[in-house]
């Protein structure tokens, strides 16, 4: 009997990238939105997404936002924008990210990486052996919360004196924890979306 194997991603390091060259290849390819580009002071990552990698990332921003609604708190979810500010020399495309304080100010329109604040809140999906470190890059642009998804596993980050620290606790949607989260993705692996979704809600309604 034949096995679908689905792809991890494809990625692949270039160094001594300048800032022009990596703000030409982000033009080049802005109707590719599988692709995406980290740049860290002249150190560039061109990950090619796969399957197996967007639906832990789309799992997690629908438990964000199913919480988020249950608990009344406005949220707008920005998905992988492009976030990059030259005088740092550093961008990054987030799997996902949220914003919960600004919401109000950010959604509908276009963000300007180079003035407005970072999200309030980056998911980041580790399916392969990590490449570029993330965690500078976020620092470097002052994101306070951070999800990890590795090896199905869930962990939470807080930004704590430019260091990102482990956390139980979501700062962003205070009742949910990192162990919560976990089990929902492995609960998501055995129900129907609305089932999961269902089951979802009616944990955040309790919680209130």
Do not use: C
């Amino acid at each position: 009997m034949a096995t679908l194997v689905t792809p991890v991603e494809q990625k692949v390091i270039l160094h001594g990238v300048s800032w022009e060259t990596y703000e030409r290849l982000l033009n080049e390819h802005q109707e590719s939105p599988g692709t995406h580009f980290i740049y860290d002071e002249g150190s560039l990552e061109i990950m090619v997404l796969s399957r197996r990698h967007e639906k832990p990332n789309r799992d997690l921003a629908m438990l964000v936002q199913l919480v988020a609604m249950e608990l009344s708190i406005d949220f707008d979810q920005l998905g992988s924008t492009t976030f990059k500010r030259e005088r740092l020399q550093k961008g990054l495309e987030p799997d996902s990210a949220f914003n919960f304080v600004r919401a109000s100010e950010t959604e509908g329109r276009e963000l300007d990486a180079e003035i407005d604040p970072p999200p309030d809140l980056i998911i980041e999906v580790d399916v392969t052996s990590p490449s570029l470190n993330r965690f500078p890059i976020f620092a470097a642009f002052g994101v306070p919360e951070v999800w990890r998804y590795h090896q199905s596993r869930v962990t939470f980050y807080r930004l704590e004196s430019g260091r990102y620290v482990e956390t139980a606790s979501s700062s962003a949607l205070p009742p949910l924890t990192a162990d919560v989260a976990t089990r929902f993705l492995e609960e998501r692996l055995r129900m129907r979306s609305t089932q999961w979704m269902r089951h979802v809600r009616e944990w955040a309604r309790r919680q209130r």
